[in-house]
């Protein structure tokens, strides 16, 4: 007899039908689209994944004998001298005791938040932080809460309460410097006095690597080399290729290595992209153009929107993002302005909280200030009366 729920007449796919459809009622059904038009969505900030000195790089690798995969775990065959000469030097980059590397951000995030707080530990993080950390937490052994974003007091009112309750374990405050979907700056400051008090504080600069700070190091720069402090690198965004690293103390890493599923059980990064990582590491040292371009972007953004729609509020950042509300509202809008050759995407929830569905606008060198002008010359044709 056929097990429960496997026979021929059970339609085995019926749940997940139901489940779209019911997403696709409540206008949430997502779907992959090509790209199209001017990239206003990328987040390929300062125009390097298409860069001839990254194809150049990869190329001179190949033609050195560089293998395409790494063929192995970090632990056994596939530790490359690529990967160990890149973490080498992006530690030394990002004023790290050490640096270590991963296929992606979602998993670096997921595997430090998975595997180094402890389970008396407490880990706070910031309610907007990205859902690599949320899943990180959910498999990790330490008490999550979350503290309201940006909001260092709150933050400080939860330790205070889980103090209260006899708690003596380090707290790991997680944030992001420069928030994905709002593109705001988290108060790095007093986080990090927060940490030395309580921990440790775990910083992903996914989009502020290569855009902020020094040499493009990050919003991080003033806090390098603290033995409390992890940062996050990703190589996915700013740095044009793929793969993420976690850069902080020696002894945390070591931890990873000997502790981290996620790091153990993977096949260890291209080497081609260990590669790629060090010659974009090697163009922030070199062409800070490209940060100051990005700056007159985000400048000349800012200026035509206060002409042209001066009652929508605009970031400080390459993240803009523009508020529309509604969900239907603000995937109608985005199709309009795609339809015009912009590439403008609607965020909706769960990505981000219900009521506050937007246009995420990214601004890159791969925009010219034409461009930019154009956009906003359709966005002020276009912007619902709400
Ligand atoms: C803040 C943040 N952290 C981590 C990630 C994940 O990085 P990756 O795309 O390299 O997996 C993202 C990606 O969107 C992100 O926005």
Redesign the pocket.
């Known amino acids: 007899m056929a097990p429960i729920g496997t026979g021929p007449e059970h339609d085995r796919l019926d749940f997940y039908r139901k489940d779209m459809a019911q997403l696709s009622q409540r206008g949430r059904l997502r779907s992959l689209s090509p790209r199209a038009g001017v990239d206003f969505s990328s987040?390929d900030y300062i125009g390097l994944a298409a860069s001839d000195r990254l194809k150049d790089a990869i190329r001179a690798a190949l033609d050195d004998g560089v293998a395409v995969g790494a063929a192995g775990s970090r632990l056994l065959r596939g530790h490359t001298e690529w990967q160990a000469d890149f973490e080498f030097e992006a530690a030394r980059f990002f004023g790290a005791e050490a640096a270590l590397g991963f296929g992606?951000?979602?998993?670096?995030?997921f595997a430090l938040l998975a595997t180094l707080p402890q389970r008396e530990d407490l880990l706070l993080m910031d309610e907007l932080?990205?859902a690599?950390?949320h899943e990180g937490a959910r498999a990790g052994r330490a008490s999550v809460q979350r503290f309201r974003h940006g909001d260092v007091a709150h933050a400080e009112d939860v330790i205070t309460n889980w103090r209260r309750a006899g708690n003596t374990g380090a707290v790991w405050i997680a944030v992001?410097s420069l928030?994905?979907?709002d593109g705001d700056v988290a108060p790095l400051r007093e986080l990090a006095a927060l940490a030395d008090r309580h921990g440790f504080l775990i910083v992903?600069e996914?989009?502020a690597t290569g855009v902020f700070g020094p040499d493009g190091r990050g919003l991080t720069h003033h806090l390098e080399g603290r033995e409390n402090v992890l940062t996050?690198h990703?190589?996915?965004?700013a740095l044009g290729g793929?793969?993420?690293l976690i850069c902080g103390a020696k002894c945390l890493l070591d931890f990873m290595v000997n502790r981290s599923r996620p790091f153990i059980f993977a096949t260890a990064p291209s080497p081609l992209m260990a590669v790629a990582g060090r010659a974009a590491l090697q163009i922030l040292r070199d062409e800070p153009w490209r940060r100051d371009l990005l700056q007159d972007h985000i400048a000349c953004f800012n200026d035509e929107m206060a002409r042209r729609l001066p009652r929508i509020q605009t970031s400080g950042s390459q993240i803009v993002p523009l508020i529309v509300g509604p969900d239907a509202e603000t995937m109608a809008l985005a199709a309009q302005i795609q339809a015009r050759g912009f590439d403008v995407r609607g965020i909706r929830p769960p990505t981000v909280p219900e009521g506050s569905a937007r246009l995420r606008i990214s601004l890159n060198l791969n925009v010219t200030r034409q461009d930019i002008r154009r956009l906003t010359d359709t966005l002020e044709e276009l912007w619902p009366d709400l």
Do not use: C
Request: no cysteine; net charge negative.
């Open positions: 987040n992606g951000g979602y998993m670096a995030n932080s990205h690599s950390t992001e928030y994905s979907m992903d996914a989009h996050l990703t190589l996915g965004k793929s793969g993420a």
